[in-house]
Every structure is written in structure tokens, then in C-alpha cells.
């Protein structure tokens, strides 16, 4: 049964500065690195009501890989040296099929 992880966020950064695109882009490198992750998606919030402002999405194949994801060291470093110090605020929803 595939997972569908998906966050949706703020950053502490002003929409359109470089900072917003580093991190997005770093965030895209580095979590596509990591064995497992399907189709991950960078997308951005158009509506106004909601603050939050972009959305990672990906898939997992089954629920062992997404617990290895969550345990691989290069998303450990991305949470703890990225998303900690520079994501405001955000939410986060699991999916599974069915």
C-alpha cells in the first residue's frame, strides 16, 4: 500500500527572495537523493486562505520505506540544519490508499 507524504508550509523568508528559492532547491536535491521517494513535487499556494505558501509532495511504496526515509541521515541533516531553522509554520498530511 503506497504512501502519499505531503507538507505544506511557510517559510520564515519573503515570497520571491533568493532564500525561498535555495531552500526549495536544496530541499529538492536533497530529498530526491534518498532511495524511495516518488514523485515529489514542489508546488506553490495561490490561494488567500491559507498562509502557508509551498507544498512538498511524494510517494512511497510501502510503509517501510517511508519509515526509512524519515530515518535516512540526509533527511535527519535537511530537518535539523533547513526545515527547523527556517520553516514558520506548517502542516502535515500522510496518505495511504484505499
Known amino acids: 500500500m503506497s504512501i502519499q507524504h505531503t507538507v505544506v508550509f511557510r517559510l520564515i523568508h ?8 535555495d531552500f526549495v532547491s536544496h530541499a529538492r536535491a ?3 537523493s534518498i532511495p524511495g521517494v516518488e514523485d515529489f ?11 502557508l505558501t509551498h507544498q ?4 512511497f511504496a510501502d510503509d517501510a520505506t517511508y519509515q526509512g526515509y524519515n530515518e535516512h541521515p540526509v533527511h535527519v541533516a535537511f530537518v535539523a540544519d533547513r526545515w527547523v531553522p527556517e520553516v514558520a509554520e506548517f ?3 500522510d496518505f495511504a490508499e484505499g
Open 14 to 21: 519573503p515570497e520571491g527572495s533568493p532564500e525561498v528559492d
Open 30 to 32: 536533497a530529498l530526491t
Open 41 to 51: 513535487t514542489v508546488r506553490r499556494q495561490v490561494s488567500p486562505k491559507s498562509e
Open 56 to 59: 512538498f509532495s511524494m510517494v
Open 91 to 93: 502542516q502535515e498530511y
